[in-house]
């Protein structure tokens, strides 16, 4: 079985649910204090073992691109100032590892995006992670390390899912699987749906934006008819997957951090922040005293 080395993210769509801001700044590339959500999730990729990144873009967001350049100018100016910390941060992202970027044409859906990575992913298994949604888990693994693993052992696809309230459910993929017995949080997935009605959910397991595939999708994308929304949907042709092959959920216990959704992206900077040396004790004062004004 081959090993997981290579990772996908779509950052093609609009960002209609982050307007005005995302007309000019892509969703991807908004900060969590002073780092873009997509560095997040590459570093994540990174950490469950990919070396080779694929980033799918679409017109406008050249940024990203320049984000993971070399900046010669810039490093030579912190350098002479003496600014190393600087220095080091915007290395950081052109160190992580090979990234690659490739343009979908026409936004025709999430599925379409993916399908723009079939030569980059050739006969390997591959991370898909979502470009605008950092999640970690409560234990500290990276989530895309804990599909990795399932995957090995399991040697079939697997999706993270994660369980949502009724209402929110019309939002997700929902999944429908039997426990595995010897794995804890493991599912055989028997099917998957694409925003369903509450009433229609066959679960309220959600899909979280990290996936581990194989190849064999490729061929299911390429001949998907557009589904929810007149998009072509990845989760219609894992659901036809799924009727070929053993494939699997691994159930999250951790946080997602939605940068596409405007309550979700102020949360995030807030515990973000919570979690910085730097900002910790003067945010929590100001927190305390806003609280109790309110
Ligand atoms: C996409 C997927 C959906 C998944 C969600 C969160 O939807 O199509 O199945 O549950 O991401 O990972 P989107 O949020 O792009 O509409």
Redesign the pocket.
């Known amino acids: 079985m081959k090993p997981v080395r290579k990772a996908v993210i779509p950052a093609a769509?609009f960002g209609t649910r982050l307007l005005p801001v995302s007309k000019t700044i892509p969703k991807e590339m908004l900060p969590i204090i002073d780092t873009p959500v997509i560095q997040h999730v590459i570093e994540e990729a990174v950490e469950a073992g990919c070396e080779d990144i694929l980033v799918i873009l679409s017109r406008g967001k050249e940024s990203l691109e320049d984000y993971f350049d070399r900046s010669f100018e810039l490093e030579e100016q912190l350098k002479v100032k003496g600014k190393t910390e600087a220095l080091e941060s915007i290395l950081r992202p052109t160190r992580l590892a090979h990234i690659h970027f490739i343009r979908q044409q026409e936004m025709r859906g999430?599925g379409d995006a993916v399908l723009m990575a079939r030569q980059f992913v050739g006969d390997e298994p591959f991370l898909l992670l979502?470009g605008d949604?950092i999640v970690r888990s409560n234990d500290g693994t990276a989530v895309s390390k804990l599909l990795a693993d399932t995957y090995a052992r399991n040697e079939g696809p697997v999706i993270a899912v994660e369980p949502v309230a009724r209402e929110a459910i019309s939002?997700?993929?929902i999944v429908d699987g039997t426990e595995v017995s010897d794995q804890a949080d493991v599912y055989r997935l028997k099917t998957l749906v694409?925003k369903p009605a509450p009433e229609e959910a066959p679960s309220n397991l959600?899909?979280?934006?990290r996936y581990l595939l194989t190849p064999d999708i490729f061929d299911l994308l390429a001949t998907a008819k557009p589904g929810k929304n007149g998009e072509i949907?990845?989760?219609d042709a894992l659901r036809r997957l799924a009727a070929q092959r053993a494939m699997f959920a691994r159930r999250i216990h951790g946080r997602r951090y939605d940068a596409?959704n405007k309550l979700e992206f102020v949360k995030t900077n807030i515990l973000f922040a919570l979690e910085r040396p730097d900002l910790r004790d003067k945010l929590t004062a100001f927190l305390k005293e806003l609280v109790s004004t309110l």
């Not at 959600?206 to 934006?209: K, L, P, R, W, Y």
């Open positions: 769509g999430l979502l949604t939002r997700y993929g694409e959600a899909v979280c934006s949907q990845i989760t596409g």
